[in-house]
Every structure is written in C-alpha cells, then in structure tokens.
C-alpha cells in the first residue's frame, strides 16, 4: 500500500554513504523530495540520480531537499557518488522497513516472473510532513511527442505548483 496524500510522511532514521545517521525529521520545516530506486550503479537508477543532481540547486532555492533511498549499502552509495559526482542524499535501508513503510516494496513482475523488490517511487512532502504527492513506477525518462520528459523535471514542476499556491 502507498502512502496518499494528506497522510503523515512516516518518520525514520537511516545512514547516509559516510555512516552518519540521518532522519526525515532533520528535515522539519523544508520540504522533502523522497525518491526510493532499486540499485546503484543500474542504468535507470543512475540516470535518475544525475537528473536530480543536475535540478539540486533549483530543488534547494525553492526551499527542498533531495533524497535517495535504497536498499544498497553505505559502502555502495559511496562509490556510486563518487562515481557519478551525485549531489543528492543517498541512504541506505537494508532492512528494507522503510521501503516497507512508504509502500516501495512488494511483488513486482518481469517477464512474467514474480518477485519482491523495489518499486521505484517518488513523495513530495510538505513542511508539515505530509504527503503532497506520490508516484509509484516512477518512469525514470519518458519520451512524449518525440520529445523526453524525465521525471525530476516532472516533480520539479509539482513542487513549484504547490508554492504557487500557498
């Protein structure tokens, strides 16, 4: 089950890629842009973490914060950053609760197979830790009358849109 909006952002508390711990509710008052991706260092994770590394400043000037969560270890959000000069907040969720919690887990299909694994999902969450708005299998890059619109670009322009309002 994902989250809806209006709900309350579940709190949680997970280790970045230097080992530090870090809670959604150090992030009170902003608003929060929470992407969870399957793997580091995928085709599709990657490019979806350089899209919103190359839209970080403008998340920031607009008063949010980005941040990325998987199931991969600190040690692999480490070399993945650096790998690909990341911008974004990466953290680790081993245990996959808060995955669970956000609704970012659960039986997927591929080629007819079913397993459990990571459903690429995006929050927008307000300063009050509400759910603004939610995406679930996210489409990293779409392409739309031959042109292709990327899905940082799309949450971008509903965090705007939500500003606008208030």
């Known amino acids: 089950m994902t ?10 508390t997970l280790k970045d890629a230097n080992g530090r711990d870090v809670s959604l ?10 992407y969870f991706y399957p793997k580091d260092n995928t085709s599709g994770c990657t490019k979806e973490a350089i ?15 980005v ?19 990341l ?23 591929n080629y007819g197979r079913e397993y459990e694994g990571v459903i690429r999902s995006t929050f927008l969450i307000n300063p009050q830790r509400e759910i ?12 739309r009358k031959g042109k292709e619109i990327r899905h940082s670009d799309v949450v971008l322009d509903v ?6 309002k208030t």
């Open 3 to 12: 989250l809806q909006k209006g709900e309350k952002a579940p709190d949680f």
């Open 25 to 34: 509710s150090d992030f009170k008052g902003s608003w929060v842009v929470l």
């Open 51 to 65: 899209d919103f590394s190359s839209l970080l400043s403008e998340f920031e000037g607009l008063g949010a914060k």
């Open 67 to 85: 941040i990325g969560i998987s199931p991969d270890s600190e040690k692999s959000h480490e070399k993945f950053i650096e790998k690909h000069d």
């Open 87 to 109: 911008k974004v907040l990466l953290l680790s969720d081993p245990s996959k609760e808060v995955l669970k919690a956000y609704g970012a887990w659960g039986k997927k299909k």
């Open 132 to 143: 603004v708005k939610s995406w679930k299998n996210v489409r990293v890059r779409q392409k």
């Open 159 to 164: 965090l705007k849109s939500q500003l606008s």
